[in-house]
C-alpha cells in the first residue's frame, strides 16, 4: 500500500464500515520475557483482506505499529526493526521485546467488512537474584524471633517458602507477607526444628522460577534434661570398685558441666565424674547427694539434675583368725579364738563352726565387740572348722582355725567271732574314739602278744587259740587307756553246723504230743460206745 493508501484507510473504513462477530484473536494475556520474542497469532487461516492495521495502547498513549497489504508492510517508528508481519496469516512478530512493550494490542483486517481483535501483552523482567537474609546472625530457642526476608528481581512475582521439599505452612507462630519483589517469612518463638531443611525461597511468574541457595540459621537451645548415669547407683560404692558418673544434656553449643556434692560445687568439671575424683574430694565425706549442672554459654540456661545418692566405703581387705598353738586336751584346756580385720569397717561380725552360726550360750562365750570367741573347757565335740565371717555394704571376706582337742579312747569296743572251727580263719577288730588315734595291743589270756594294730588275725584257728583276748587302746597325748575283753572258743569241725532252730524243736515236740493225746481220747471213747 502507498502512501496515498494509507492515508486515505480511514476513508476506505468509514465507507466499507466495521463488521460486528466474535474477536479474531484468541484469549490473553501473553507473557513473554523482556529481550525474548513473541508472535501474536490470530484464529484467522489465510485471511483475504486489504489491509491489516495492529495497533498499540497503554491506556494512555497509543501507536501503530505495522500496517500491511498484499504488496507492502509499514512498520510504526517504536517499532522499526523489531517487529514484522507475516501478510500471509496475519501474525505479528515482535523482538527483542522491552518492558514498555506491555499493553493491549489490536488488529483489524479490512476486507469486504472489518474484522478485529484485541489482546493483553505483558512484557516479565526474567525471575533472578532470589536471595535471603536473616535479621540475626544466630538465634536463640523460644527467646529470639526470626524475620527472613526474600527478594528477587523480575516481575508479576509470586512467592513461597519450603523447609526441604516441605512447603512452609502459616501458623501461630509462623506468618508470611509477600510484596511485590520481596517476602517476609516471620517465625515467632523460633524452635531448633523451625530452620533445619534448610530453608528456600521461590520466586516465579507466568514464565519462569528460580529457588534461591539453601539458607541455613544457627538456633542455639538448651540444655534439655540434664540426665545422669547410671540414675540410680547402688547405695554403697567400694572405693575400689570401677565406678564413674556421666551427666549428659542435649544442648547447642555443647553444654559445660559442674560436679557438686551436697550442693556444694567440686574440683570436677567435664561429663565424667570418676571415683578417684570423688575420693580426693576435699570435703571428706564422700556419703551424699551428687548432682550436674549443665550451662549453655550461649542461651545462659543452666539446668540442674535429679540427684544420685550414694556413699564411697573402703572394703574389708581381708579377715584372721588366731587360736591357741597349745596342745589341746578335752575336759582340760580352755581355747579362745580372735578375729581380726585389715583395711575398711566392719558392720557386722559372725562366728561359725562347720559352716553353721555359732551363738554365746554355755561353754561359749562371744565378746560384746564380737571380735573373741571363748570355749571354756574343751570337748571333744568342739573339733572343727571355725570360721569369723566380716561384712560390711560392699564387702565380704572370711577368715578361718582348725581346732584340734584330743580326747580319748572312749570306751574299746573288739567284734569279731564267738566261736570258730578249727582250722577256720579269724578276725577281731577293735575300736575307740580317740584323738590322735589311738595305739593298739592285745593280751591272749593275760600275756601280751605281738600285735599291735587294731586287728588281731588268726590265719586258721587251732584249739589252743581258746580263750579271752584283751584288746587296750592308749592315747600318747592324753595318756589314757581303755581295754576291753572278747573270749573265742575253737571246736571241732562240724560242731557248728546249722540245725534246725530251739524254737523249731519246740514247735515238733509240742505237735507230737498233742497228736498222741488226740490218738488216745479217740480211744477211750471207743471202747465205751462197745456194750
Not at 501503530?64 to 514484522?84: C, F, I, L, Q
Not at 521461590?202 to 534461591?212: F, I, P, R, V
Not at 550442693?263 to 565424674?273: D, W
Not at 557248728?496 to 515238733?508: Q, T
Request: hydrophobic share 35%; proline share 5%.
Amino acid at each position: 500500500m502507498d502512501l496515498f493508501a494509507f492515508k486515505t484507510l480511514p476513508f476506505l473504513l468509514s465507507f466499507i464500515g466495521f463488521c460486528g462477530g466474535e474477536s479474531i484473536l484468541p484469549p490473553g494475556p501473553i507473557d513473554a520475557n523482556v529481550g525474548k520474542t513473541v508472535t501474536l497469532t490470530t484464529l484467522v487461516d489465510k485471511p483475504e483482506y486489504l489491509a491489516i492495521l495492529w495497533n498499540y495502547s497503554d491506556g494512555k498513549n497509543s501507536a501503530n505499529v505495522v500496517t500491511g497489504s498484499k504488496d507492502s508492510v509499514t512498520v510504526g517508528k517504536p517499532y522499526e526493526g523489531r517487529a514484522t508481519l507475516n501478510r500471509t496469516n496475519g501474525y505479528l512478530t515482535i523482538g527483542p521485546l522491552t518492558a514498555a512493550d506491555s499493553g493491549d494490542y489490536s488488529i483489524s483486517i479490512v476486507s469486504t467488512g472489518t474484522r478485529t481483535g484485541e489482546i493483553k501483552l505483558r512484557v516479565l523482567e526474567p525471575v533472578s537474584n532470589v536471595l535471603i537474609k536473616s535479621n540475626l546472625p544466630e538465634a536463640i530457642e523460644h527467646n529470639s524471633t526470626v524475620v527472613l526476608t526474600c527478594s528477587a528481581k523480575g516481575s508479576s512475582l509470586d512467592f513461597t517458602w519450603s523447609k526441604g521439599s516441605a512447603p512452609i505452612a502459616a501458623d501461630a507462630r509462623i506468618t508470611v507477607k509477600n510484596e511485590a519483589l520481596s517476602s517476609t517469612l516471620t517465625i515467632t518463638d523460633v524452635l531448633r526444628t523451625d530452620l533445619v531443611g534448610p530453608i528456600f525461597c521461590t520466586a516465579a511468574n507466568k514464565l519462569q522460577t528460580e529457588k534461591s541457595a539453601p539458607f541455613s540459621l544457627t538456633v542455639y537451645y538448651g540444655p534439655d534434661e540434664v540426665a545422669i548415669s547410671p540414675p540410680n547407683p547402688p547405695k554403697f560404692i567400694s572405693s575400689k570398685a570401677n565406678f564413674s558418673l556421666s551427666c549428659s544434656a542435649g544442648s547447642s553449643p555443647p553444654a559445660q558441666f559442674t560436679w557438686y556434692h551436697d550442693q556444694q560445687p567440686m574440683e570436677a568439671g567435664g561429663p565424667i565424674l570418676t571415683l578417684e575424683v570423688i575420693k580426693s574430694h576435699k570435703f571428706g565425706n564422700t556419703t551424699g547427694e551428687y548432682t550436674c549442672r549443665a550451662k549453655n554459654e550461649k542461651t545462659v540456661r543452666n539446668v540442674a539434675s535429679a540427684a544420685a545418692v550414694f556413699a564411697v566405703i573402703e572394703p574389708i581387705s581381708s579377715a584372721a583368725v588366731s587360736g591357741p598353738t597349745a596342745t589341746l586336751i578335752a575336759g582340760n584346756s580352755t581355747a579362745s579364738l580372735s578375729c581380726q580385720e585389715a583395711g575398711g569397717t566392719v558392720e557386722t561380725r559372725t562366728w561359725m563352726k562347720d559352716g553353721q552360726t555359732l551363738t554365746a550360750g554355755g561353754r561359749q562365750v562371744i565378746s560384746a565387740d564380737k571380735k573373741s570367741l571363748t570355749i571354756k573347757p574343751l570337748e571333744k565335740e568342739d573339733n572343727g572348722e571355725y570360721t569369723c565371717q566380716l561384712s560390711n555394704s560392699v564387702s565380704s571376706v572370711k577368715g578361718s582355725y582348725t581346732m584340734v582337742v584330743n580326747y580319748g579312747p572312749d570306751a574299746a569296743v573288739v567284734t569279731g567271732d564267738d566261736a570258730v572251727e578249727v582250722t577256720e580263719p579269724v578276725k577281731l577288730d577293735c575300736s575307740a574314739a580317740s584323738v590322735p588315734p589311738a595305739n593298739f595291743t592285745w593280751k591272749f589270756n593275760g600275756t601280751l602278744t605281738n600285735v599291735k594294730t587294731a586287728q588281731y588275725v588268726i590265719e586258721k584257728a587251732l584249739y589252743k587259740n581258746t580263750g579271752t583276748y584283751i584288746c587296750e587302746a592308749h592315747n600318747a597325748v592324753t595318756g589314757k587307756t581303755t581295754t576291753t575283753t572278747h573270749k573265742l572258743s575253737v571246736k571241732e569241725e562240724g560242731a557248728l553246723d546249722e540245725g534246725l532252730s530251739d524254737g523249731a524243736i519246740a514247735g515238733i515236740v509240742i505237735a507230737v504230743l498233742v497228736a498222741l493225746g488226740a490218738a488216745i481220747g479217740l480211744i477211750v471213747y471207743c471202747r465205751q460206745k462197745v456194750p
